[in-house]
C-alpha cells in the first residue's frame, strides 16, 4: 500500500485531515519549545520495506521524526521485550508502537511497554483508563477511534445500532467495543469460525472486520445497506465499505508530545502530606521514626514534580535525583532562599536542624507552600561519638531517621575512597621518582603540551623532556593533602607512614583528618555541574615541587578517576520529613573545620522545584559566626544564589549558658540552673544572641530569632528571649514547639519567615575577595568574632606567603574554629572582647576555593568522649531494626 493508494481511497481525507491537524498542533507547541520534535519509535519484526517508507512519509509530513527497530521475523518474546525496555528508558523517544505478528503480542509484551509511551494503546493501563471512562488521561487505539470518526464524518447515527467485531483479538476488540457502548450502540463480537456468525451478521447494522474474511463466508451472509469497516489490509468492494488502514498514531503522538511538554514545566506540587499523632510525654526520636510510615519515594518525587527518570532509587524511602532536572526548569524562577543558624551553642546542640525541618512542614503541611529542607547528611564521626544523629528530633525530624544517619547512599564512603586514593597517589609518585629511572612508559599517558612539549610521539623526547614529564619533583615537606576516615579517631592525628621495609626507606610525618574535612566533600558541597566538579578536583592542589609550585590532582593525573568515584555523589538525596515533605540531603562538611553547608546543588534543584512562590530553607552548621559567615562569603559567591532571610535558632538553655551557667558536657545531667526558671541567666546570656543578630545584619539579610522551646522552659524566660531579640534588631522572634506536635508548633515561625523573606534583602558579602589573605582572615576576626586583632604563626605567615606568590590569594576564607564560643577558647562564652585571634596554621583549598586558616588548637580529626555513642548502638537480630539512635 502506498501513500498515494492511502490517499485515493475514502479513508484518504480524514487522514490528511489528521496529518494537517497533527502539523498545526506541533507548529504551535514548537513556537514555545523550538527544538522540541517528538520522535516515535516503530519495533518491527520483519524487514517490511513498504511499511517502513509509509510511516516514513507520514511522520515527515506529519513533522514527527521517526525510528525503526526491526527485529528478524522469529524473535523470541524475549528480544522484542529487551527492545520495548531500551525505548521506555530512551527520553529522546515520545512513542513507542509495535508492527509484530499477532502471536508475538503476548501479555508481557504490551505490558512491557511505558503507559506514557504505549501510541497504540495497547497496555492494560491504558485500557483499563478507557473502560473506566477516563479516555482524557489514556492513550486510545489509533484504529478504534479512527473507525468511530469515520463513521460519524459519513453521518452514520451510532445510537441504538447494533455493531458486530468479527476477528479482532485484544486491545482493538477491547477498544473498539467500548467506544461504541459510550456511544449508545449494542455491541457484539465473534471469530470468524463461530457456529453463528451468520445470524449475528444478520442482525448487525455496522461490522469492524479486525481481520481478513476467509474465502469461505460468503458475501450475502451481510445484509445490504450494513456499514462495514475493514480494519485489515484488504477490503471488500462490493458492500457500503470505509476501510481503515492503520496508520501511524498521529494523533496520540501529538498528545503524546504535548503530554511532554507539560511534564518539562514546573507544576504546582500536589503534595499528600502525612499526619501526625503526637504523643505526650515525647518519645525517643527512634521510636517517632518508627511510627511513621514515609512515602514510596518515587511517590514523593511525582508528587513534587520530578519526572520517572529524573530519580536513582535507593530502597523503598530514598532515591538520588539527576542534575538533568536542572537543564529542564532552567527557565523556572527560584523560589525564596532561606538559611537557619543559630547561636553559639552548647555540645548538645540547640536544635538547628530540628528547626529547619519543622520549619518547612509547618510552610508545605499547614500552610500550603511548597517548601524543601537542604540539609547536610551526618557523619558516622558524631554519629557514634557524641551526637548520636542528626536527623532533626521529636515532631520535627526527617524519616526513616536510621537511613538518614547511617550510610544514606554512600556519599561519604565515595569522599573517603577518592581522598585516599589520591592520598596514595602521591606517596606511591614520590616513591618512583625516587627508585626508577626516567622512562616515559612507566608513567601513565599524559597531554604533552601541558608541559610546553609539543611533540605527540614519546620516543621522540630528550632526556630533559622526559625527565620533565615523568618527575613532579614533590616536596615531601610540603604535602597538605590527607589521609581521611569518617570515624572520631585521636590517635590518627600524627603518624608516620612507609614503615614496611618494601618502602625502601620512603616515611614521613603524616595525619587523618576526619572524612568530612576532606577537600573533595567541599568540592561536592560547592560545585555546579559534573564538568565543574572534575575542573574542581583537577585544581586541587596537594603540595609543592622543589621549584616552590603547586602540584595539583590533575598533575598527577587522577583527576578521571576521583570523578569516576564521585559521579553518584553528586546527586542529591531525596527523603522526606516526618509530615510527607520533601528533604534535599546532601554533602556534609563540618562547619567548624570546613565551610558548614548542603550542596550548592541541592539548593539550586529545590529552588526551581519550589517555585517563584515557594521555599527553600537551608542549614549551616553550628553558630552563625562561622556557618553563617560561611555560607555567605563561601557558599554564595559560588552559587550566585541570594538568600531572602535567616533564621536564627536561639535556646534558653544555651543562653542560661552564656550568661554565666555552669558547664554542659554531653552525656551529663543538666544542672538545676537549666530546669529551672532563671530570668537573670538568662537575660545575661542574651548578649550572644544579641551579637549573632548584629553578624546577620552586616550581610543586610533580614533576621528572624526562632526560640527552640524545651518542656522546662517557662513563659517569663520565653518572653524575655522575644522581647530582647526584637529590640535587637531581629525582624520577629518566635517560641517554636515543632519537638513536641511537629509542624503545626512552627506555623507562627513560618508565617514570621514569610513575611521577612517578602520584605527582601540587600545581601551584601563581608569583604572583597581582591584584598590580601591576612585582611580577609583580620576583617572576619574583628567584624564577625570581635576579635582586637589577629596573630599569624610563622609557619601560617609562610603558607599566607607561598599561597600569595603562587596566585591563590584573591579566594575567600574559611575559618577553622571552635564552634563552642565566638572566640578561639571553648571555656569563653557570652561575647569574649579585646582577644587576639591566633592563625596557626594556613591551608589552601583550591579546588574548593578558599584559603582554609585553623585558629589556634583547632583539630580536623575529632576524638571519642569518655562515654561515646556507640555504647547505645545496637541491632536487634530478629527484626534486623537499630536501637539506640536518639
Same mark, same amino acid.
Given at each position: 500500500?502506498?501513500?498515494?493508494? &492511502?490517499?485515493?481511497?475514502?479513508?484518504?481525507?480524514?487522514? !490528511? #485531515? @489528521?496529518? *494537517? +491537524?497533527?502539523? /498545526?498542533?506541533?507548529? $504551535?507547541?514548537?513556537?514555545?519549545?523550538?527544538?522540541?520534535?517528538?520522535?516515535?519509535? &516503530?519495533?518491527?519484526?520483519?524487514?517490511?520495506?513498504?511499511? !517502513? #517508507? @509509509?510511516? *516514513? +512519509?507520514?511522520? /515527515?509530513?506529519?513533522? $514527527?521524526?521517526?525510528?525503526?527497530?526491526?527485529?528478524?521475523?522469529?524473535?523470541?518474546?524475549?528480544?522484542?521485550?529487551?527492545?520495548?525496555?531500551?525505548?521506555? #528508558?530512551?527520553?529522546?523517544?515520545?512513542?513507542?508502537?509495535?508492527?509484530?505478528?499477532?502471536?508475538?503480542?503476548?501479555?508481557?509484551?504490551?505490558?512491557?511497554?511505558?503507559?506514557?509511551?504505549?501510541?497504540?494503546?495497547?497496555?492494560?493501563?491504558?485500557?483499563?483508563?478507557?473502560?473506566?471512562?477516563?479516555?482524557?488521561?489514556?492513550?486510545?487505539?489509533?484504529?478504534?477511534?479512527?473507525?468511530?470518526?469515520?463513521?460519524?464524518?459519513?453521518?452514520?447515527?451510532?445510537?441504538?445500532?447494533?455493531?458486530?467485531?468479527?476477528?479482532?483479538?485484544?486491545?482493538?476488540?477491547?477498544?473498539?467495543?467500548?467506544?461504541?457502548?459510550?456511544?449508545?450502540?449494542?455491541?457484539?463480537?465473534?471469530?470468524?469460525?463461530?457456529?453463528?456468525?451468520?445470524?449475528?451478521?444478520?442482525?448487525?447494522?455496522?461490522?469492524?472486520?479486525?481481520?481478513?474474511?476467509?474465502?469461505?463466508?460468503?458475501?450475502?451472509?451481510?445484509?445490504?445497506?450494513?456499514?462495514?469497516?475493514?480494519?485489515?489490509?484488504?477490503?471488500?468492494?462490493?458492500?457500503?465499505?470505509?476501510?481503515?488502514?492503520?496508520?501511524?498514531?498521529?494523533?496520540?503522538?501529538?498528545?503524546?508530545?504535548?503530554?511532554?511538554?507539560?511534564?518539562?514545566?514546573?507544576?504546582?506540587?500536589?503534595?499528600?502530606?502525612?499526619?501526625?499523632?503526637?504523643?505526650?510525654?515525647?518519645?525517643?526520636?527512634?521510636?517517632?521514626?518508627?511510627?511513621?510510615?514515609?512515602?514510596?519515594?518515587?511517590?514523593?518525587?511525582?508528587?513534587?514534580?520530578?519526572?520517572?527518570?529524573?530519580?536513582?532509587?535507593?530502597?523503598?524511602?530514598?532515591?538520588?535525583?539527576?542534575?538533568?532536572?536542572?537543564?529542564?526548569?532552567?527557565?523556572?524562577?527560584?523560589?525564596?532562599?532561606?538559611?537557619?543558624?543559630?547561636?553559639?551553642?552548647?555540645?548538645?546542640?540547640?536544635?538547628?536542624?530540628?528547626?529547619?525541618?519543622?520549619?518547612?512542614?509547618?510552610?508545605?503541611?499547614?500552610?500550603?507552600?511548597?517548601?524543601?529542607?537542604?540539609?547536610?547528611?551526618?557523619?558516622?564521626?558524631?554519629?557514634?561519638?557524641?551526637?548520636?544523629?542528626?536527623?532533626?528530633?521529636?515532631?520535627?525530624?526527617?524519616?526513616?531517621?536510621?537511613?538518614?544517619?547511617?550510610?544514606?547512599?554512600?556519599?561519604?564512603?565515595?569522599?573517603?575512597?577518592?581522598?585516599?586514593?589520591?592520598?596514595?597517589?602521591?606517596?606511591?609518585?614520590?616513591?618512583?621518582?625516587?627508585?626508577?629511572?626516567?622512562?616515559?612508559?612507566?608513567?601513565?599517558?599524559?597531554?604533552?603540551?601541558?608541559?610546553?612539549?609539543?611533540?605527540?610521539?614519546?620516543?621522540?623526547?630528550?632526556?630533559?623532556?622526559?625527565?620533565?614529564?615523568?618527575?613532579?619533583?614533590?616536596?615531601?615537606?610540603?604535602?597538605?593533602?590527607?589521609?581521611?576516615?569518617?570515624?572520631?579517631?585521636?590517635?590518627?592525628?600524627?603518624?608516620?607512614?612507609?614503615?614496611?621495609?618494601?618502602?625502601?626507606?620512603?616515611?614521613?610525618?603524616?595525619?587523618?583528618?576526619?572524612?568530612?574535612?576532606?577537600?573533595?566533600?567541599?568540592?561536592?558541597?560547592?560545585?555546579?555541574?559534573?564538568?565543574?566538579?572534575?575542573?574542581?578536583?583537577?585544581?586541587?592542589?596537594?603540595?609543592?615541587?622543589?621549584?616552590?609550585?603547586?602540584?595539583?590532582?590533575?598533575?598527577?593525573?587522577?583527576?578521571?578517576?576521583?570523578?569516576?568515584?564521585?559521579?553518584?555523589?553528586?546527586?542529591?538525596?531525596?527523603?522526606?520529613?516526618?509530615?510527607?515533605?520533601?528533604?534535599?540531603?546532601?554533602?556534609?562538611?563540618?562547619?567548624?573545620?570546613?565551610?558548614?553547608?548542603?550542596?550548592?546543588?541541592?539548593?539550586?534543584?529545590?529552588?526551581?522545584?519550589?517555585?517563584?512562590?515557594?521555599?527553600?530553607?537551608?542549614?549551616?552548621?553550628?553558630?552563625?559566626?562561622?556557618?553563617?559567615?560561611?555560607?555567605?562569603?563561601?557558599?554564595?559567591?559560588?552559587?550566585?544564589?541570594?538568600?531572602?532571610?535567616?533564621?536564627?535558632?536561639?535556646?534558653?538553655?544555651?543562653?542560661?549558658?552564656?550568661?554565666?551557667?555552669?558547664?554542659?558536657?554531653?552525656?551529663?545531667?543538666?544542672?538545676?540552673?537549666?530546669?529551672?526558671?532563671?530570668?537573670?541567666?538568662?537575660?545575661?546570656?542574651?548578649?550572644?544572641?544579641?551579637?549573632?543578630?548584629?553578624?546577620?545584619?552586616?550581610?543586610?539579610?533580614?533576621?528572624?530569632?526562632?526560640?527552640?522551646?524545651?518542656?522546662?522552659?517557662?513563659?517569663?524566660?520565653?518572653?524575655?528571649?522575644?522581647?530582647?531579640?526584637?529590640?535587637?534588631?531581629?525582624?520577629?522572634?518566635?517560641?517554636?514547639?515543632?519537638?513536641?506536635?511537629?509542624?503545626?508548633?512552627?506555623?507562627?515561625?513560618?508565617?514570621?519567615?514569610?513575611?521577612?523573606?517578602?520584605?527582601?534583602?540587600?545581601?551584601?558579602?563581608?569583604?572583597?575577595?581582591?584584598?590580601?589573605?591576612?585582611?580577609?582572615?583580620?576583617?572576619?576576626?574583628?567584624?564577625?568574632?570581635?576579635?582586637?586583632?589577629?596573630?599569624?604563626?610563622?609557619?601560617?605567615?609562610?603558607?599566607?606567603?607561598?599561597?600569595?606568590?603562587?596566585?591563590?590569594?584573591?579566594?575567600?576564607?574559611?575559618?577553622?574554629?571552635?564552634?563552642?564560643?565566638?572566640?578561639?577558647?571553648?571555656?569563653?562564652?557570652?561575647?569574649?572582647?579585646?582577644?587576639?585571634?591566633?592563625?596557626?596554621?594556613?591551608?589552601?583549598?583550591?579546588?574548593?576555593?578558599?584559603?582554609?586558616?585553623?585558629?589556634?588548637?583547632?583539630?580536623?580529626?575529632?576524638?571519642?568522649?569518655?562515654?561515646?555513642?556507640?555504647?547505645?548502638?545496637?541491632?536487634?537480630?530478629?527484626?534486623?531494626?537499630?536501637?539506640?539512635?536518639?
Amino acid at each position: 500500500v502506498s501513500l498515494t493508494h &492511502i490517499a485515493k481511497s475514502p479513508l484518504g481525507p480524514t487522514l !490528511q #485531515e @489528521v496529518i *494537517q +491537524n497533527s502539523k /498545526e498542533v506541533l507548529s $504551535l507547541l514548537q513556537e514555545k519549545s523550538p527544538t522540541f520534535k517528538p520522535v516515535l519509535a &516503530i519495533i518491527q519484526a520483519g524487514d517490511d520495506n513498504l511499511m !517502513q #517508507e @509509509v510511516n *516514513q +512519509n507520514l511522520a /515527515e509530513e506529519a513533522g $514527527l521524526n521517526i525510528t525503526h527497530i526491526c527485529l528478524p521475523p522469529d524473535s523470541s518474546e524475549a528480544e522484542i521485550i529487551d527492545e520495548i525496555l531500551k525505548i521506555n #528508558e530512551d527520553t529522546r523517544v515520545h512513542g513507542l508502537a509495535l508492527q509484530i505478528s499477532e502471536n508475538s503480542f503476548s501479555n508481557k509484551v504490551l505490558n512491557a511497554l511505558k503507559p506514557e509511551k504505549d501510541v497504540d494503546g495497547v497496555t492494560d493501563i491504558n485500557l483499563g483508563r478507557l473502560v473506566r471512562g477516563d479516555a482524557h488521561e489514556c492513550y486510545v487505539s489509533p484504529v478504534a477511534r479512527a473507525v468511530i470518526e469515520l463513521l460519524e464524518k459519513s453521518g452514520v447515527n451510532l445510537d441504538g445500532k447494533k455493531m458486530l467485531v468479527i476477528g479482532a483479538h485484544g486491545s482493538l476488540e477491547a477498544a473498539l467495543q467500548c467506544l461504541f457502548q459510550r456511544r449508545g450502540s449494542m455491541t457484539m463480537s465473534s471469530q470468524w469460525k463461530t457456529p453463528q456468525l451468520q445470524g449475528k451478521l444478520l442482525e448487525a447494522d455496522i461490522v469492524v472486520l479486525g481481520s481478513p474474511k476467509p474465502e469461505e463466508i460468503p458475501l450475502s451472509w451481510i445484509q445490504p445497506g450494513t456499514t462495514v469497516l475493514n480494519c485489515s489490509h484488504d477490503f471488500l468492494s462490493a458492500f457500503t465499505c470505509i476501510t481503515c488502514f492503520p496508520f501511524c498514531p498521529l494523533k496520540n503522538m501529538v498528545s503524546s508530545g504535548r503530554r511532554w511538554l507539560r511534564e518539562q514545566q514546573h507544576a504546582r506540587w500536589r503534595l499528600h502530606c502525612l499526619k501526625l499523632q503526637p504523643l505526650s510525654p515525647v518519645p525517643s526520636d527512634l521510636e517517632i521514626s518508627r511510627a511513621q510510615t514515609p512515602k514510596a519515594v518515587e511517590v514523593l518525587a511525582k508528587e513534587i514534580g520530578l519526572l520517572a527518570d529524573e530519580i536513582e532509587i535507593y530502597g523503598k524511602s530514598k532515591a538520588k535525583v539527576r542534575l538533568s532536572l536542572l537543564e529542564r526548569l532552567k527557565d523556572q524562577a527560584d523560589g525564596k532562599y532561606v538559611l537557619v543558624a543559630g547561636i553559639t551553642p552548647t555540645p548538645l546542640g540547640e536544635g538547628k536542624s530540628t528547626v529547619t525541618v519543622g520549619l518547612v512542614q509547618a510552610l508545605t503541611a499547614h500552610l500550603n507552600i511548597n517548601s524543601f529542607a537542604c540539609l547536610r547528611q551526618p557523619s558516622q564521626g558524631p554519629t557514634f561519638g557524641v551526637k548520636g544523629g542528626a536527623a532533626g528530633g521529636g515532631y520535627a525530624q526527617v524519616i526513616p531517621m536510621e537511613e538518614f544517619n547511617l550510610h544514606l547512599t554512600g556519599d561519604i564512603h565515595a569522599i573517603t575512597a577518592a581522598n585516599n586514593l589520591l592520598a596514595a597517589a602521591i606517596d606511591t609518585r614520590i616513591l618512583h621518582e625516587n627508585t626508577q629511572t626516567d622512562k616515559v612508559r612507566r608513567f601513565p599517558c599524559w597531554p604533552f603540551w601541558k608541559l610546553g612539549i609539543n611533540k605527540t610521539d614519546p620516543n621522540a623526547l630528550t632526556e630533559e623532556e622526559i625527565s620533565k614529564f615523568a618527575r613532579l619533583n614533590i616536596d615531601p615537606s610540603t604535602i597538605t593533602w590527607q589521609r581521611v576516615l569518617d570515624t572520631n579517631d585521636r590517635f590518627l592525628r600524627k603518624i608516620t607512614i612507609g614503615q614496611a621495609p618494601t618502602e625502601k626507606g620512603y616515611s614521613r610525618q603524616a595525619q587523618f583528618d576526619i572524612a568530612v574535612a576532606s577537600e573533595i566533600m567541599a568540592v561536592l558541597a560547592l560545585t555546579d555541574s559534573l564538568v565543574d566538579m572534575k575542573e574542581r578536583l583537577g585544581r586541587m592542589v596537594v603540595a609543592s615541587d622543589k621549584n616552590g609550585q603547586p602540584v595539583t590532582a590533575e598533575d598527577l593525573g587522577v583527576t578521571g578517576a576521583l570523578t569516576v568515584l564521585m559521579k553518584d555523589a553528586i546527586k542529591p538525596n531525596l527523603m522526606q520529613t516526618l509530615e510527607g515533605t520533601p528533604v534535599f540531603v546532601h554533602a556534609g562538611p563540618f562547619a567548624n573545620i570546613a565551610h558548614g553547608n548542603s550542596s550548592v546543588l541541592a539548593d539550586k534543584i529545590a529552588l526551581k522545584l519550589v517555585g517563584e512562590e515557594g521555599f527553600v530553607v537551608t542549614e549551616a552548621g553550628f553558630g552563625a559566626d562561622i556557618g553563617m559567615e560561611k555560607f555567605f562569603n563561601i557558599k554564595c559567591r559560588a552559587s550566585g544564589l541570594v538568600p531572602n532571610a535567616v533564621v536564627l535558632v536561639a535556646t534558653v538553655r544555651a543562653l542560661k549558658m552564656h550568661g554565666g551557667g555552669p558547664s554542659v558536657t554531653a552525656g551529663v545531667p543538666l544542672k538545676k540552673e537549666y530546669t529551672e526558671e532563671n530570668i537573670q541567666l538568662v537575660a545575661d546570656g542574651c548578649c550572644n544572641l544579641q551579637k549573632q543578630i548584629q553578624i546577620a545584619q552586616l550581610f543586610g539579610v533580614p533576621v528572624i530569632v526562632a526560640l527552640n522551646v524545651f518542656k522546662t522552659d517557662t513563659r517569663a524566660e520565653i518572653d524575655l528571649v522575644c522581647e530582647l531579640a526584637k529590640r535587637a534588631g531581629a525582624f520577629d522572634a518566635v517560641p517554636c514547639y515543632h519537638w513536641s506536635i511537629g509542624g503545626k508548633g512552627s506555623v507562627e515561625l513560618a508565617r514570621a519567615v514569610r513575611d521577612a523573606a517578602n520584605k527582601g534583602s540587600r545581601f551584601r558579602f563581608l569583604y572583597n575577595v581582591q584584598l590580601p589573605i591576612v585582611e580577609k582572615i583580620r576583617t572576619i576576626a574583628q567584624a564577625v568574632y570581635g576579635a582586637r586583632d589577629i596573630e599569624l604563626s610563622p609557619e601560617a605567615q609562610s603558607k599566607i606567603d607561598r599561597y600569595t606568590q603562587q596566585g591563590f590569594g584573591n579566594l575567600p576564607i574559611c575559618m577553622a574554629k571552635t564552634h563552642l564560643s565566638l572566640s578561639h577558647q571553648p571555656d569563653k562564652k557570652g561575647v569574649p572582647r579585646d582577644f587576639i585571634l591566633p592563625i596557626s596554621d594556613v591551608r589552601a583549598s583550591i579546588g574548593a576555593g578558599f584559603i582554609y586558616p585553623l585558629v589556634g588548637t583547632m583539630s580536623t580529626m575529632p576524638g571519642l568522649p569518655t562515654r561515646p555513642c556507640f555504647y547505645d548502638i545496637d541491632l536487634d537480630t530478629e527484626t534486623e531494626q537499630v536501637k539506640g539512635l536518639f
